[in-house]
């Protein structure tokens, strides 16, 4: 261990930059190496505060298991968000894992969703967990975060606060709590010692930052001269004293070049949040006529002819049997049947599915919506259809799929194809049935295409979409208005979200087509930052970059159900989700972007990364029969760092302007209008609605720039704000730059607490 290499704070640095430039005289030692080292035990604790507890339900009671005992748990005396039960252990331990009793039936008081919080006092904790317990009798365990800032940081009081029960307004109960980690005393040393050291180097810092806030420039140098800390990467200090002390604006544009050149800006880039440009389609056909209004569609795309089909719908009056087809290079719509019956294809209907197949050119149809009277005709069976592109010719493959082993009659269900293997894959769905009260899911099927034989892979199952041992491991929970994607390269069904009776879900697991394994991946999405729980999302993948995006449809809201216009992203690496807009209001830039919805269809176009989307039902409350139209292009972008070079540069010379305007000469005046005109003007970006909004208040600004009451407040107070504009400028930049190049984001102010 004395021989492990020493590093600075970072030990990941940012590509073409040597380091990230901080510094300290003794540096921290890492101890991220050390949890490879590091034998998991359990760690005794004891109870240490808890909010309330009712009749003899002690927190204590949750030390040992006793699964079988109705009294051996923790029950709080109230349900509000207030309760909570703290541990403590007697020397400070790393903890990673925590593991949860249940009672030996499932229990409406069990533990929904929970948060755990540690730290090394009691005053100062961070979130260590945020998950939720199964309502069923197994052990649950869970990983704990036990690094930060790469650094192991060590615990010594635990601190579990309890947020939802699955029976609503039941009291909370903890039966049992076990915490596995590491308490060995030769690493604990090593690891306390460190987080001292780190404590010690971060409040220097925070000393650091206040003090050049403050232009107290004398204690600053004094205090880092002293320790040998520098508050961040030498190019942002030198950017600080050319722009904020010396007021040199050149001088501060020359160092952002150099930033920039670094690669510097290339890792926020990276990282940025996406940004969703809307543009909507005013396309027709030869005739000038397009689609008529629908939800409940189906379209598909064919990538490499750069074509979208779609294919019938409900129009809020009438099931509809129209067929048609996009170009996306021309932005035409072209009618290919009014009927597909009538050319020996599919009736007209909706709720079914539809998946473009490249290897053969041709198109699947399964499934549709089914009123419980309409069953009762013999003439309604599970059809089967096929379309072939090139020659433009239906084929029905089977008349009834339930004769043959394949999935009934059923409507709300996904389709993905696995163009490997050359199988279909069809999961969920209601059955139709003739009590219209009868809830029946369809599993999991598989259709081989050269064979044209069906098996069923997985049965519905009414529990958990993991099954446990004790459980058929061939069932799967189904439901109805989900998404399923697949995978080419991992070779797996991401499935998520939907409703199930009356119940809506927030759920993920994915399916392995090669090992016939199903792996939770949520229980909440929505508690990790995806959408709520709802039905009729539309979602995509991108498998090159493994992201899958979500426009949500109806979701979950108390007393019933809302309709939302949101987009998520999920980074299948990172296991994150990213929230890029939601709108709640119809009206609002609805000429901007498409109104909320659910039941619309939406497809991806991997070429230009595109998603088009069409049609849906608005929900309109005061018209339940309304349906869609409009057809939409969506684009996320990112940041290129040419876009991050010229916005540091426009947000500088912004403040370059503001200056020349504060001054009173008619000389001066005629250099800020020239300077604006020639340097700030071609720097704007007229597609950003808050920078255009910004540099027209400037441009005022400039033409009232010889009111009296700009200029005259004394030259101390001018001082002072322009210090503070400059500041402001300074932090505006550093949103740009990587968090371990720049000071940190802490107040010192914000350690001083009321008592």
């Not at 050291?197 to 107290?216: A, D, G, P, S, V």
């Not at 979208?308 to 129009?315: N, P, V």
């Not at 084929?395 to 163009?419: A, R, W, Y």
Request: charged share 20%; with cysteine.
């Amino acid at each position: 261990m004395k021989n492990h290499v020493e590093q600075a704070i970072s030990p990941h640095p940012i590509p073409g930059v040597q380091g990230n430039g901080i510094q300290k005289k003794e540096r921290v030692r890492p101890t991220l190496h050390l949890l490879d080292q590091m034998i998991k035990t359990v760690l005794p604790y004891h109870i240490h505060a808890y909010s309330s507890h009712s009749g003899n339900y002690h927190p204590r009671s949750i030390i040992e298991n006793k699964p079988t005992d109705q009294a051996s748990r923790w029950s709080s005396g109230t349900h509000d968000q207030d309760q909570f039960i703290t541990l403590s252990f007697v020397t400070p331990v790393v903890a990673q894992s925590i593991t949860f009793g249940k009672f030996h039936r499932a229990h409406v008081c069990n533990l929904k969703e929970f948060k755990v919080y540690g730290g090394p006092n009691f005053e100062n904790m961070m979130e260590l967990l945020h998950a939720g317990l199964k309502n069923d009798t197994e052990l649950e365990s869970f990983e704990l975060r036990t690094h930060s800032n790469h650094m192991v940081f060590p615990i010594q009081y635990l601190k579990i606060v309890p947020l939802a029960t699955f029976g609503a307004n039941f009291n909370y109960s903890i039966w049992y709590v076990q915490v596995q980690g590491v308490k060995d005393r030769k690493i604990m040393t090593n690891v306390v010692a460190q987080y001292h050291q780190y404590q010690e180097f971060q409040t220097t810092r925070l000393c650091l930052k206040h003090f050049r806030q403050r232009n107290m420039m004398h204690l600053f140098d004094l205090l880092q001269q002293r320790t040998g800390v520098t508050l961040e990467h030498p190019l942002l200090t030198q950017m600080h004293t050319q722009l904020v002390q010396l007021g040199d604006f050149e001088g501060a544009e020359t160092i952002l070049q150099q930033l920039h050149q670094q690669g510097i800006y290339q890792h926020n880039c990276q990282d940025a949040p996406y940004r969703a440009s809307w543009r909507r389609i005013w396309a027709t056909n030869q005739d000038g006529d397009t689609p008529c209004p629908r939800g409940g569609h189906q379209m598909c795309i064919d990538i490499d002819d750069r074509k979208i089909y779609l294919l019938g719908g409900w129009s809020g009056s009438e099931e509809l049997a129209d067929f048609w087809q996009y170009d996306i290079e021309r932005e035409q719509w072209h009618l290919l049947a009014n009927d597909t019956q009538l050319f020996g294809g599919p009736c007209a209907r909706s709720c079914h599915k539809m998946v473009f197949d490249p290897k053969t050119r041709s198109i699947f149809v399964i499934g549709r919506y089914v009123e419980c009277q309409a069953v009762q005709d013999q003439r309604q069976s599970a059809d089967f259809f096929r379309y072939y592109c090139d020659q433009q010719q239906w084929v029905k493959i089977s008349d009834n799929t339930t004769q043959e082993k394949g999935p009934g009659m059923i409507f709300d269900h996904q389709m993905c194809l696995d163009g490997t293997i050359d199988t279909l894959y069809v999961f969920g769905g209601r059955k139709v049935s003739y009590d219209s009260t009868v809830h029946v899911y369809s599993g999991l099927y598989a259709y081989h295409i050269p064979s044209n034989c069906w098996r069923l892979v997985r049965a519905d199952s009414s529990g958990s979409p993991v099954p446990n041992e004790e459980e058929d491991l061939r069932t799967m929970k189904s439901r109805v208005g989900h998404s399923m994607l697949f995978h080419p390269g991992r070779r797996q069904l991401s499935i998520f979200a939907g409703q199930r009776v009356k119940e809506y879900l927030s759920d993920m697991f994915t399916y392995s087509i090669d090992t016939n394994t199903v792996r939770e991946i949520s229980q909440d999405i929505s508690r990790e930052g995806g959408p709520d729980a709802g039905s009729t999302h539309r979602a995509t993948m991108d498998p090159v970059k493994n992201e899958i995006y979500v426009l949500s449809g109806y979701m979950k809201n108390q007393g019933g159900g809302t309709v939302k216009n949101g987009l998520w992203v999920y980074d299948m690496n990172r296991n994150e989700w990213t929230k890029v807009y939601q709108n709640h209001n119809i009206n609002d830039l609805k000429h901007m972007e498409p109104c909320p919805r659910f039941a619309h269809q939406m497809v991806y176009d991997p070429i230009t990364q595109t998603q088009f989307i069409f049609g849906g039902n608005p929900g309109d409350q005061e018209c339940s029969n309304k349906r869609l139209d409009d057809f939409w292009q969506l684009t996320l972008t990112r940041p290129n760092p040419e876009d991050v070079l010229r916005r540091s540069m426009y947000l500088v010379r912004m403040q370059n302007l503001k200056e020349k305007c504060s001054e009173s000469s008619d000389d001066s005046l005629l250099e800020a209008l020239d300077y604006l005109r020639t340097k700030l003007t071609p720097l704007v970006n007229h597609d950003n609605v808050q920078e255009l909004h910004e540099f027209r208040q400037l441009c005022a600004r400039l033409c009232l720039s010889a009111n009296a009451s700009e200029i005259n407040n004394g030259p101390e107070k001018q001082d002072t704000d322009v210090i503070a504009q400059r500041n402001d400028i300074f932090d505006r930049l550093l949103a740009f730059v990587p968090d371990d190049m720049k000071e940190p984001a802490e107040q010192l102010l914000d350690a001083v607490k009321l008592r």
